[in-house]
């Protein structure tokens, strides 16, 4: 039987402040959308194309931080506090080579990269525009993701949800003056948008470096100083973190993909596809954000050596992820014109938008129960299988794309029907792995 530690309360105590994290970058997004949708389709367009193509690179240090999450959780279930700290600060080294070498190559290959993948010249010069100051935020998110897989780990959450909260307001008031020129701020139009979203993840950081110097017993969890390196460990962390590295570079960079192809379809599809991503978003963030959970307390049952009870934890988290998704599914369904009305002053893009945020609205239940799933196999350790696993996947998920896109030529909202596809295969195949694969591991 579950502990107490693991009932309804505390997965929803555990999983509100992640959700809140999770909702950082969304808010992010859209405030910058929201925002930028008031200038232009043209402006709608570039936002969304550049914040992918920064998200493709941010999404190797979310997977260098799923490891770092794993591990953390592991040593505190199994209560070896002074391993949690030794792991974080080898973090340090390698998310601060990740993060220089991220910056490099966005620096000095976006130009070149955007000019091959954009094909609308007024949305690419946007694009660039808005990628020419939002590709120094990509050293400030490296360590945040590393502190927030720390705290996650730790079950520690809370202190993400002040960051998302100083991140909100931070973004909000810069985009608001950036953006339009309020405040006595200069008129910056879309390269104000990307300033702001720099700044707010600068505060992020120094917030983590602040708390955790305040509130974290440095001494009793071995976090300073650096003694000696120790290259196995290193090794350890590296080859955990690689498959999830690489699984999630290639699942964003395949999702980056699935835009493209809607860019080509015309600068009204992408402003439309712009809306639905950014609502997506928003109403997909207890999915994501309950996959965190069940990755963290599956590692940790593993940890306390019971994980006779994975069922049924697995259960109440994909039920509790369900109830709370129902809630915003709902709000969507009702008031589809309205939400799509916030993006736009063009009341007839709104209406287009429609059909595509309903088919956003059963996606997000369906990856309620994938994402629970599959995160639990990545919580076992077993992160090579869940690569592999969502390998085959995506093969499927880019035929279907190209499939309705290249060949049939359907609308937008047929197109989007590819995420509920993503999402009923994730949770088949991480299912059929749990029930029928030895997935026991140490780490």
């Known amino acids: 039987m579950l502990t107490s530690s693991y009932s309804t309360k505390n997965i929803i105590y555990l ?36 914040g992918l193509y920064y998200y493709v690179f941010s999404t190797l ?30 973090g340090l080294v390698v998310v601060l080579g990740l993060a220089i070498t991220l910056f490099l190559l966005m620096h000095f290959l976006t130009d070149v990269l955007l000019n091959h993948i954009i094909t609308s010249p007024n949305i690419r010069a946007a694009a660039e525009e808005y990628m020419k100051f939002r590709h120094y935020g990509i050293i400030f998110v490296c360590f945040n993701f590393l502190f927030r897989s720390l705290y996650v780990g730790l079950s520690n959450t809370k202190v993400i949800t002040y960051t998302t909260l100083l991140m909100a307001a931070i973004n909000i008031f810069f985009d ?10 200069p008129h910056l139009g ?33 976090i300073f100083p650096v003694k000696k390196f120790n290259f196995p460990l290193v090794k350890n962390i590296v080859g955990l973190s690689l498959p999830s590295m690489g699984q999630n570079l290639i699942s964003f960079g395949i999702w980056f993909l699935f835009f493209m192809m809607i860019e080509r379809m015309g600068e009204q599809s992408v402003a439309i596809s712009s809306i639905v991503r950014s609502v997506y978003l928003l109403i997909s963030v207890p999915a994501f ?47 589809p014109e309205q939400l799509a009305g916030l993006y736009t002053n063009d009341p007839n893009l709104a209406v287009l938008s429609v059909p595509s945020l309903r088919v956003i609205c059963l996606s997000t239940l369906v990856m309620c129960v994938g994402m629970g799933l599959f995160s639990t196999v990545s919580g076992t350790g077993n992160t090579l299988v869940a690569f592999m696993l969502e390998m085959g996947v995506l093969v499927i998920y880019v035929g279907y794309v190209m499939l309705v896109t290249k060949v049939f030529e359907m609308p937008i909202e047929v197109i989007w029907c590819a995420e509920i596809v993503y999402g009923l295969l994730m949770g088949i195949a991480a299912f059929i792995y749990l029930k029928k694969a030895n997935w026991k591991k140490q780490i």
């Open 190 to 222: 879309i390269s104000g948008a990307a300033i702001a979203s720099v700044m707010a993840e600068c505060s992020a950081l120094i917030f983590f470096i602040i708390y955790t110097f305040v509130n974290i017993p440095t001494r009793e969890y071995g």
């Open 15 to 50: 999983a509100v402040p992640i959700m809140i994290g999770n909702l950082a970058q969304t808010l992010i997004t859209f405030v910058d959308t929201a925002f930028l949708g008031h200038l232009g389709n043209i402006e709608l367009g570039a936002a969304m194309m550049a």
């Open 61 to 90: 240090a979310w997977g260098f931080a799923v490891g770092i999450q794993i591990i953390v959780a592991r040593r505190f279930g199994e209560g070896n506090l002074t391993q949690i700290g030794t792991v974080f600060k080898h």
């Open 289 to 335: 954000a309950f996959g965190v959970v069940a990755n963290t307390l599956t590692s940790r049952i593993i940890g306390e050596g019971n994980e006779a009870e994975l069922g049924t934890l697995l259960k109440r988290i994909i039920g509790i992820s369900l109830a709370f998704a129902a809630v915003l599914v709902m709000v969507c369904l009702l008031f």
């Open 176 to 185: 608001y003056g950036l953006i339009f020129g309020n405040f006595g701020f």
